[in-house]
């Protein structure tokens, strides 16, 4: 009898170590693994990218404070880890983009007179030494972008009178004719993205805070917009195909907000079709789109901001990671890779992950079947059907449990 108390206590013992060492693990692997950091700036400096076709363009940006401030460019290969500096001479840091082998950046140069810094913009393909110049200069720029070996600029040109002191607008420039053309736009453009003959951008015709998303044909300059501008705010947009995704804020005052509530919507050009990806009762950060996968990242937890992955074949969302962000930082998505920034050690980083990585534990299934219903209201969000906070592994958690006590149950019995 006294084996018997002894065997069982030792097996129950046994089994509820198991229990201690397992389950901190099964909790520890909720939180997405497979993490990279690929780049971690100097203290003080901050870390952009863009990521395309196993490239990243980084930039290390250092602002004027008591030391002089200063901008470094580098290309990291994802396949190979490595990373090499580019030629840059005084790069702005943040008006740049790659597409292939391809990036082009804005170099600053400053003069002499009273007109103000030259805005240089300097094309670097990875088979030449040096940076080819477009010879047109501008006095602001604030977007670039490459589509189809043309570039795509958002800016004012010093050169063209018709621009307007402090506008910006959209100019697309043709490296083989070396021709440089205006549209004419009405509003202040931004947030332009290219893919195919389409650009996409946001302009402030209406007005201030008022802003709405617009489509341009590159072959024949005709541009839409999408939405009524009398129904919110819409802003950010990214276009990859004939897939348009984009932000949508029923509240034109809730850039004055702290706690607002944005829907993530996407538009499909052949149809003309719009349906409601997110709505996480949250801010959202700047949506991008790749082939059928979106990625952002929200506060919907009231916590760090979270990234984010929805896959439109599957129709299923998937969390990607957990930032140290209490603002939202730039998320990025090139095929499989998933890039964003973050703060680590009080140091910013910029990290990735393959989506091959991702599992569907790492779901939010409620928050799936919130969105779909809100799809079916017309994007009406209900705040209390979300949890104060998704943990993901728990069913994994739970059936261990069960697993383990249905063995102590039994030993019970035998012994």
Known sequence: MHDHASRKTQILFSLLLITGIILPGVQAAGIPGDEVTIFTAEEGAYAYGIVDSGNILISEIYPDSDEPGWVKLYRYNISRASIVTLPAGNPDGINMDICGDTIIWAEI??????SGPEITLNIYPDREDMPMEIPDKFKSVSDLKL?????????????????????????????????????????RQ?????????????????????????????????????GDEKNGVFSSPDISGEKVVYRFDEDFGSFLKEEVSQQLLLTEISTNKTKIIASPGARISEPKIDGDNIVWSDRRYKEHYKIWLYDLNEERETLVAVTGNEYPGAVEISGSTVMWSDFVDGRSTLKIREMSSLKASDSDPLYTETTQQNSENKGINDQDKYPAERKSGTSLELSLVAVISGLVLIAGKRY
């Open 147 to 187: 589509v189809n070996g043309n570039v795509v600029i958002t800016g004012r040109d010093s050169f063209m009178l018709n621009s307007g002191s402090g506008m910006s607008d959209i100019y697309i420039y043709y490296p083989d004719e070396k021709r440089l053309i205006h549209q004419e736009i009405p509003g």
């Open 109 to 114: 140069t400053e003069k002499n007179d009273f």
């Open 190 to 226: 931004g947030s332009v993205s290219a893919s195919g003959d389409y650009i996409v951008f946001q302009d402030d015709r209406y007005g201030q805070m008022k802003n709405t998303v617009h489509i341009m044909n590159l072959k024949n300059s005709v541009s839409w917009q999408i």
